[in-house]
């Protein structure tokens, strides 16, 4: 019984009539769209940098050897005392090696896990910088350029030069900023290293690298695992630790505890060692959604409220629908119409205004010592977004005209026939 | 002869402010081709009961009855359907869409009905327009035109599906005594030449006495 070419046709033909109103209803809901899109994009975007800033650089489990007092005391041991009141004074942890045993098999199991995007050695050391007559204390830590920069985004942290130049030159060394401006060195010079043991090794400096946090800068500097291991004069099995990077970041912490019950290892989990910023990350989510919802429910008022008075404008027309034979339905089809062409043609207006304003936030200038790749704003530009954009401004504009056209539907021609 | 419309031992109530009994056992009956007055002071319920004669008003007791068939009790979306194609309304004030052009009103009772195509539509209605005078208005705004060529263009659209009966209420009400004549010959010549059957609610004598049949109506009751 529904003729929808009529009723589309009454529709347009109202919401052409009072086009002011309509444009009204319609910019509210573009606002509304357009805010929440630019507002989402901007936020994740954001949300993402110091995702990358913290998490990508981080392993999801960490497994080193962690120096730490036994955790059995040989009294406990003892069947003697078994039900006895023990109080040992000052426990010492025992001499250890601090490199993890059989590591390489350990690395090459890991390896093998379906849920391991990679694990990769390291080993960490001591040293001191030596220029002329000054020495710094710092930390050289040796790895496998191409296998950081692969998993752990570690190019992005290089101001000059490259993972590659480190990995061609066995004498090379990725300078920290900060220990290369105290020490006024440059790309291309040369740093003496000196070990605790006092030996020392000139190495060239092929690149400098800066994660933005100074304390880290101003002491780090970083080396291929076998420099390091010929530096300290170890062999190639001597590693300190495993960093490792999952597929699914969300099982890093049951991972962590089976690594560490397996092999007798300390195995920190991201979320761990991360806790407080995953907060932070939940509470930025939480408040760009309520940000959003908000505009869009507010967008959705304006619409309610200009067909609440297009109705009541309109009462004599629906009278005279309804008493030459239009059914109420017919007449809450035409509201309800109008309220989704509001909010198709405001969404998509929408869209397109919140996409061309993500496009220029992206372009504005933003450095950070942070992150010395990024030179503009960060946005994220993801099509759920958009989606979802358009979804809720459907959905408000049909909530926000379905009242009113229920009221339309109701509407009692007679009385307002007679009534004039 | 058939009678197009006719009710039996109709009551109707006004609840509020008081329980208040407008109508008390009304039987009356329209045959075809014949056209009908209703007279009585203002308030004894003769516009009450015209708009129960519509369909429009389900709220009383009694039965109605459209081309010998009971209509009482139907739902909104048959009674709606009932209205589109059997009854054509032309009311006191003129009721036209203000928006649409003459033409479009005109044709919207039909296109609602889709019985016909929208060619069709649009030659019957400009018919419709030709037969009472008015044809050079079809492209016009509703709302540009005088009072009394807007009471022709809702006599136009209540032509348009061919309907049974044609209800009037007070269609002479708004006009002056040359529109009126002017509207009344124009009922006159349809219920003539096409045998159209007519009910229209007045208080002008002059129009009434001209009527084949008059309705006298007093405090809910029919006199004669």
Redesign the interface.
């Known amino acids: ?1 529904t ?1 929808w ?2 009723i589309l046709n ?1 529709a347009k ?2 919401l052409l ?1 009072k086009f002011k109103q309509t444009s009204t209803a319609a910019l509210g809901v573009t606002f509304g769209i357009g805010a929440y899109i630019t507002l989402v994009c901007f936020m994740t975007g954001l949300n993402k940098m110091l995702d990358d800033l913290i998490l990508d650089q981080t392993p999801h489990i960490h497994v080193y050897n962690e120096i730490e007092p036994s955790k059995q005391q040989p009294v406990d041991l003892y069947e003697e005392f078994k039900n006895s009141f023990k109080v040992v004074h000052s426990i010492k942890p025992k001499l250890s090696q601090s490199k993890i045993h059989n590591a390489l098999p350990i690395i090459k199991y890991l390896n093998e896990d379906k849920n391991v995007r990679g694990a990769i050695p390291q080993v960490k050391s001591q040293i001191f910088y030596i220029a002329g007559s000054i020495e710094l204390g710092g930390n050289l830590t040796g790895i496998i350029p191409l296998e950081e920069a692969r998993l752990f985004n570690f190019q992005n942290y290089i101001i000059k030069g490259s993972t590659t130049d480190l990995h061609k030159n066995d004498n090379g060394i990725l300078l920290g900023a900060g220990v290369a401006k105290k020490m006024s060195l440059d790309v291309g010079d040369r740093v003496q290293i000196s070990t605790i043991d006092g030996e020392i090794f000139p190495l060239k400096i092929v690149g400098l690298f800066q994660s933005g946090i100074a304390d880290i800068d101003n002491i780090q500097s970083f080396t291929n695992l076998k420099t390091v291991q010929r530096i300290l004069g170890e062999s190639d099995n001597y590693i300190t630790d495993i960093n490792v990077k999952l597929h699914d970041m969300s099982s890093a912490f049951q991972m962590s505890q089976d690594i560490e019950k397996q092999f007798k290892l300390k195995a920190i989990d991201v979320e761990t060692a991360n806790a407080q910023f995953q907060t932070g990350m939940t509470i930025r989510n939480m408040i760009t959604y309520a940000v959003s919802i908000t505009l869009l429910i507010v967008a959705g008022f304006g619409i309610y409220n200009i067909l609440n008075m297009l109705i009541y404008e309109k009462m ?2 629906i ?12 007449v809450q089809m035409i509201f309800m119409s109008q309220a989704l062409i509001i909010g198709i043609v405001g969404g998509v207006l929408g869209l397109i205004i919140g996409y061309g304003l993500a496009n220029y936030i992206n372009t504005l200038p933003f450095e950070t010592e942070a992150l010395p790749t990024i030179k503009t704003l960060p946005v994220n530009l993801n099509p759920m977004f958009f989606i979802i954009g358009i979804s809720f401004a459907l959905i408000s504009t049909f909530f926000a005209g379905y009242l009113p056209s229920k009221k339309a539907k109701k509407i ?3 009385r307002i ?2 009534g ?1 | 002869m058939k009678k197009v419309l006719e009710t039996k031992h109709v009551h109707k109530y006004f609840r509020k402010p008081v329980l208040f009994h407008v109508l008390k056992d009304i039987n009356i009956d329209v045959k075809k081709g014949e056209f009908v007055s209703i007279m009585g002071k203002s308030g004894c319920g003769k ?1 009450t009961l015209l ?1 129960i004669l ?1 369909t ?2 389900t709220d009383y007791e009694g039965e109605l009855f459209l081309n010998e068939e009971l209509i009482t009790g139907q739902n ?2 048959v009674l ?2 009932i ?3 059997h009854i054509g ?1 032309v ?1 006191q ?1 003129h ?6 052009s003459v033409l479009e009103n005109v044709m ?2 039909a ?4 019985e016909k195509s929208l060619e069709e539509i649009e030659y019957d209605a400009m018919q419709k327009l030709k037969i009472l005078e008015i044809d050079k208005l079809a492209q016009k705004r509703a709302s540009r035109i005088s009072g009394g060529e807007k009471q022709r263009v809702a006599i136009a ?1 209540a032509l348009i ?1 061919n309907p049974a009966i044609i209800l009037g ?1 007070e269609p002479t009400g708004n006009l002056d005594s040359y529109n009126s004549d002017n509207v009344f010959e124009i009922f006159k010549q349809l219920s003539i030449d096409q045998g159209l059957s007519l009910l229209v609610v007045t208080h002008d004598i002059d129009f009434a006495d001209r009527t084949d049949r008059i309705i006298e109506m007093s405090d809910g009751e029919i006199l004669y």
């Open positions: 019984m003729n070419k009529v009454i033909t109202h009539t004599n027309d009278a005279i629908l309804k008493a030459t034979g239009f059914s109420g339905k017919d009692d021609p007679v026939i007679r004039q | 516009s708009y519509s429009m008003d909104n979306d709606s359907y209205r589109n194609k309304f009311f004030f009721y036209l869409l203000s928006e649409f919207l009772p296109k609602k009905l889709a659209r599906n209420d």
